[in-house]
DNA sequence: ATGAAAGCGCTAACAT
DNA sequence: ATGTTAGCGCTTTCAT
């Protein structure tokens, strides 16, 4: 009764299916593939043998004989933080409308592995690889040398010669800063990495501006950083009351600390942060943050890995999103 | 000076090596995988040429002959939930420590889906697929019938015939929904699904202490949801003192409404949740919590998955993980 | 409308 | 220690 291919039966091939609805195996590629026309009732046929069999096509062969496994690469610093789980997830809606799959690989912010990652993604023969985490502008001969297409998800800074658009890291950062500054709060801290655009696109705004710079908490994108840099954010509470926070995940520890030493924000420390993610919204207070749009930077990406003539390397500007941690809004209640 | 290898050059195939290396083909096979001994100088001249015309094998065609593409299929409910997110970040670590690459696949909380997903990727020539989405009774033997080798990740509820293990949904609620009967709060409501074993295990616990259930309050797993259910949550909360949320990202969501609404956890509302995720231990107040041991659960299902011999199919129970929402401890401040 | 056959790049059994 | 060669399952050109 069940189909013939039992677990450890041989594989069923094409040539299976061929033989046992009587044609050549041509004819069933025909049928599958769409080539030259084949008779309606063969065609039926075929359709019957294949559905009796369960034959399923070997896509290592496939891939083989035409050059592309219909499998594309993404390689992001850290798909557990929120911003990179929801990019990874619209990259694969809109891959998987097209024919393809997605191997996504972590670096866990250890961008010197990015070359490595992306070389092993190209000898399993991916069709194209999209790279979220930072690229050096020595970085892109060597890329590209490899042979393979690829495009940056989110191109945070201007790198020469490289794909894809990203939002203006240094931009955001400045539009979140600026905003703080708009609220009259003068001694604005910094949160983050001190090698990231954005820690250049806060001091530039707040030196700009006439003021001193406020402390800054030199952390990586985790969750435990930022909790880290909020506890001693709010032992140094008196010597700033606002601070810029590079990410939503980062703000989550931050307003963790916070929390913890019964200091109020915005009332006693405002936030601006960044991202945009659906945790920045559920946050309490919800935080105010530059949103970066998740879904046109995938299609964006994913459109131009695949056609080489789609060509957009614009720099976006990200949303300021205003809610409560910066002072705006009275918390809702 | 460049490799040889330029964009726009034909791939360098194994061949091409051989030549260089003025070696057989055989060679270059043996000097990269080790099969009979090679004369140390003409390995040396192989390894030579490989890093001369930056060549990287061909995947498709190792995978075509030798029946396996090192590569692991996984079928996750939502990705971007930060529990999934774990997960499939902690499969992702040892799949690659042992040579395989991950394909990600998202249902979106469709688990219909979860058999064609599981097709597609069996046609990838996958040497196993990891399946986290929940699995009836009735697909084992579909699922067998495809010859791909397959674990449960995290075996929610016991199904005859499958491999994984997991943590005991309706034992982990029960677990929660005990912590908060002990703590004396006598109606407690529900917010998940009603079709999650979670469901049962909540209520079988209260009736079972002769409790009458508080209200239920029916979402699927999204934010969104958590916050919907929150909003009526607190519409209604003189109607209970306390409630089992299924997972961490509801009790997010269900918390920022709470807040807004100016109710207080655990004054107003105790909240005792699922899951375990960083958010859990960020969130304002930190939720009490069952914790699912991520890291086992991958370790355990990867195993299985690539040695048949290994077996392990015990239904793990989760861990309470006590803070601030039930009550226990008064935040700290 | 259908069939025969070459060849994609690799591994491994079998020569030498 | 090294070389030769037969396929793995597929697509596609060229015949028929």
Known sequence: MAAVSEPGNRKVTR????????????????????GPPVAPATAARVRES?????YTPNAAARALRMGSSRLIGIVVPDSRNPFWAELCHAVEILA?????AVLVVNTDDDSSLTIEYFQSLASRQVDGVLIAASIEE??????????VPWALL????????TRGTGVDLVAGARTATDHLIGHGYGRIGFVGRIDDPRYLGWRDTVVGAGLEPGPVFNTTFVREGGYTAGRELAAAHNELDAVFVSSDMLATGVLRALHEAGLGVPGDVA???FDGSPESEYSWPGLTTVRQPID?????????????SYIDNRRIEGNLVVRESCGCHPPIS
């Open 15 to 34: 040539r299976d299916v061929a033989r046992h609805a009587g044609v050549s195996d041509a004819v069933v590629s025909y049928t599958l593939n769409g």
């Open 50 to 54: 294949v559905r009796l069999l369960g």
């Open 96 to 100: 998987r409308a097209r024919g393809f």
């Open 138 to 147: 020595s970085d892109v001969a060597r890329l590209n040398a490899v042979g």
């Open 154 to 161: 989110n191109k945070s800074t201007p790198v020469a010669g």
């Open 271 to 273: 936030i601006a942060s």
């Open 296 to 308: 046109e930077l995938a299609l964006n990406a994913v459109e131009q890995l695949l056609d080489p």
